[in-house]
């Protein structure tokens, strides 16, 4: 069974999100979430939602702030504002009765995921997809430094899916990048936890990976596909 819905965040935004329950119904449930750029209905989350709901898991999705159908404009999302519409969905589906909640993550959803968990106490597991554990370094990396002082001239960066015209996100993005790095919240997270990355993973570097799998001090296994 699915169901679409609207939640409201801290701040008063309209989330859009979709709710799919086994046809037994169940008292688990993962909420994922998506990458940059992307949205609730991914071909990831669709894939997952399928494959759990087959083992008798719900899955929750939603749209981050400025993706999708949930409010506002893309170019002022922030990772702060994302972790916190989490954290309310997560509230969400406790309300709903979901006792064991398991939290996935991928690419800056991963970075949203990993955030999430240090701050709570209800997330059962936690399963990431080539997650971004520190966006600053990313975005230096895949930009290049010489692009930053533009950025925050312009609040545009190129597009980093490969489009040709530049993608108006304000440099806001980057300094709370700076603020929200995983490596340290990481070593609150004591619950079991997976990571799955591609070896030769173009966007996302690798030493990231592997430098949060050793920060993690719970049950954890790191999966690098060829």
């Not at 989490?86 to 990993?114: H, K, M, N, P």
């Not at 899916?161 to 004591?190: H, K, N, W």
Request: proline share 5%; charged share 20%; with cysteine.
């Amino acid at each position: 069974m699915e169901e679409q819905l609207v939640f409201n965040d801290p701040r008063g935004h309209h989330v859009s999100a979709i709710l799919t329950v086994p046809d037994n119904g169940t008292d688990r449930i993962a909420v994922l979430c998506h990458g940059f750029l992307s949205g609730k209905s991914s071909t990831t989350n669709k894939t997952l939602t399928r494959m759990l709901t087959e083992r008798g898991i719900a899955t929750f999705c939603f749209d981050f702030f400025g993706h999708g159908d949930s409010d506002g404009p893309f170019e002022a999302i922030t990772t702060t504002l994302a972790i916190h519409q989490t954290e309310t969905a997560l509230d969400l589906v406790t309300a709903r009765g979901y006792g064991r909640i398991g939290l996935v993550g991928s690419s800056f959803g991963g970075l949203v995921a990993i955030l999430t968990a240090a701050r709570r106490n209800d997330i059962a597991c936690l399963a990431l997809k080539c997650p971004v554990v520190d966006f600053a370094e990313e975005l230096r990396i895949t930009l290049g430094s010489d692009e930053l002082p533009q950025w925050q001239a312009t609040d545009t960066i190129p597009n980093i899916m490969g489009g040709p015209d530049r993608v108006r996100l304000r440099y806001e993005f980057y300094e709370d990048s700076l603020r929200q790095i995983a490596y340290g919240p990481a070593e609150q997270i004591t619950v079991p936890t997976l990571i799955v990355q591609g070896e030769r993973d173009e966007c996302v570097p690798l030493h990231q990976s592997r430098r949060l799998h050793d920060a993690l001090r719970g049950p954890k296994r790191l999966i690098l596909l060829p």
